[in-house]
């Protein structure tokens, strides 16, 4: 799961009990919540945010990669089109 770094995130289910027992892997990182034997979000202190810019481009370069038809795929369970373009108008008004 921390192959490639992430700026942060949430893990939960005895991920975060596996990221406790190998705490190498929290190098470069600030606990937010959760216990030190068991932290199940945490926020890379090493490294720079990308900037507000730089996040837009992004998830509008994700948009973009969307299915024409995701709304059918979101009928079915599917949410990631819907999660992600909620997501990019959020982004977009800050």
Do not use: C, Q
């Given at each position: 799961?921390?192959?490639?770094?992430?700026?942060?995130?949430?893990?939960?289910?005895?991920?975060?009990?596996?990221?406790?027992?190998?705490?190498?892997?929290?190098?470069?990182?600030?606990?937010?919540?959760?216990?030190?034997d068991a932290p199940n979000a945490f926020?890379?202190?090493?490294?720079?945010?990308?900037?507000?810019?730089?996040?837009?481009?992004?998830?509008?370069?994700?948009?973009?990669?969307?299915?024409?038809?995701?709304?059918?795929?979101?009928?079915?369970?599917?949410?990631?089109?819907?999660?992600?373009?909620?997501?990019?108008?959020?982004?977009?008004?800050?």
């Amino acid at each position: 799961m921390m192959a490639t770094r992430p700026l942060a995130g949430e893990i939960y289910d005895g991920w975060d009990t596996a990221l406790g027992r190998n705490r190498h892997l929290l190098a470069g990182y600030r606990v937010r919540s959760g216990p030190a034997d068991a932290p199940n979000a945490f926020i890379a202190t090493d490294r720079r945010a990308p900037s507000h810019d730089e996040v837009v481009r992004r998830y509008r370069a994700f948009a973009d990669k969307l299915p024409r038809s995701y709304h059918l795929h979101t009928l079915y369970g599917e949410a990631v089109g819907a999660a992600v373009l909620r997501r990019l108008r959020t982004v977009e008004a800050r």
